[in-house]
Nanobody, 116 residues
Framework: QVPLVESGGGLVQPGGSLRLSCAAS????????MSWYRQAPGKERELVAV????????SYADSVKGRFTISRDNAKNTVYLQMNSLKPEDTAVYYC?????????WGQGTQVTVSS
């Protein structure tokens, strides 16, 4: 069983929106801080957004502040990334990550391409 499965990626025009989802299973989702990372071709993986286990705290990379929103539904074991006003430089593979005191899990990634 794969602990984290991302979905929702695709091709979108500049200025458009996408919502990524990351479904968790096999661990106590509500105890994990969740985050989204991205990796563009030829670049290092970078942190995009983080949300605490209770959703009380969020944090964003400067490059996405005001455009992206991270949220979670602990009843559905899912974390989301709402991406608005997308730019070509947002093109990357997006990964979700779960961290608790006992484990670290990564998803397999979902491709987001912003192009006209």
């Amino acid at each position: 069983q794969v602990p984290l499965v991302e979905s929702g990626g695709g091709l979108v025009q500049p200025g458009g929106s996408l919502r990524l989802s990351c479904a968790a299973s096999g661990f106590t989702f509500s105890s994990a801080a969740m985050s989204w990372y991205r990796q563009a071709p030829g670049k290092e993986r970078e942190l995009v957004a983080v949300i605490s286990s209770t959703a009380g705290t969020t944090s964003y990379a400067d490059s996405v502040k005001g455009r992206f929103t991270i949220s979670r539904d602990n009843a559905k074991n899912t974390v989301y990334l709402q991406m608005n006003s997308l730019k070509p430089e947002d093109t990357a593979v997006y990964y979700c990550k779960a961290v608790s005191t006992r484990y670290v899990y990564w998803g397999q990634g979902t491709q987001v391409t912003v192009s006209s």
